[in-house]
């Protein structure tokens, strides 16, 4: 089931997109994350020696959760690293709770940000000869 909601909206989403304070407390959750994954040296062994880029995060018009969006440079296996990611969210939530003045911290959700992967398949096929000559016929 996907993500959209009656009217095509996005869950959490309104028509207008998210507010000010939904996209400050998503950046801050985002770049705290994103310093964890950088210093922290994970106890759990599938993620031990693994570099995580958080991408993106989207908070609920609540506060109460979090979609982190992570990928691994120039790696497409982050999927895999999913069930690791969620055995160690208590830990990912108490360093966040001490790094952000909020009165709870959201529930954090992993999903893997396939947006690199989507555009350089589109990049291929771009690149493809019958693509090539058809958008030359176009000109």
Do not use: N
Request: charged share 30%.
């Amino acid at each position: 089931m996907s993500e959209s909601g009656p009217a095509g909206k996005l869950a959490g989403h309104s028509a207008s997109g998210p507010s000010q304070r939904q996209l400050r407390v998503a950046e801050e959750v985002r770049r705290v994350l994103a310093e964890i994954f950088a210093r922290t040296e994970f106890r759990d062994p599938d993620l031990a020696d693994v570099r995580i880029t958080v991408t993106e995060v989207r908070i609920s018009p609540d506060l109460k959760h979090a979609t982190v969006f992570v990928a691994r440079l120039g790696r497409s296996d982050v999927a895999e690293l999913l069930p690791a990611l969620k055995r160690v969210t208590p830990f990912l939530r108490t360093r966040l709770s001490h790094a952000l003045r909020l009165r709870g911290v959201p529930d954090l959700h992993f999903q893997p940000d396939t947006a690199l992967d989507y555009a350089m398949e589109v990049d291929t096929m771009l690149r493809q000869p019958e693509v090539l000559r058809d958008l030359k016929d176009e000109d």
